[in-house]
Nanobody, 120 residues
């Protein structure tokens, strides 16, 4: 069983910054990828940023240069540093972790979502 704990969301004015954290715990053998997704009301969930076990990253074009994803492999934790925030960044942010459990099977776990609201 793998559990996801997210933190760091909140309300911020346009141009401000927030840092999201996501910690995975449980029967984890290895993590292949960690990512942040965003979903606004009435919209589909979209990928914001992803980081692979190799350290390779990819971002949605709308956040490049403003948001940075990083990880601490020893702590099974991923971070999303969000700078120069825009109202369009508002939404529920979900942490996604993919890997292999200690018992062999692959897992694909999601956090419950954390709200980020950017006011203008």
């Amino acid at each position: 069983q793998v559990q996801i704990m997210e933190s760091g969301g909140g309300l911020v004015q346009a141009g401000g910054s927030l840092r999201l954290s996501c910690a995975a715990s449980g029967t984890i053998f290895s993590i292949n990828a960690m990512a942040w997704y965003r979903q606004a009301p009435g919209k589909r969930r979209e990928l914001v940023a992803r980081i692979l076990s190799s350290g390779s990253t990819n971002y949605d074009e709308s956040v490049k240069g403003r948001l940075t994803i990083s990880r601490n492999n020893a702590k099974d934790t991923v971070y999303l540093q969000m700078n120069s925030l825009k109202p369009e960044d508002t939404g529920a942010y979900y942490c996604n972790v993919q890997g292999r459990s200690k018992y062999g099977p692959l897992f694909d776990s999601w956090g419950q979502g954390i709200q980020v609201t950017v006011s203008s």
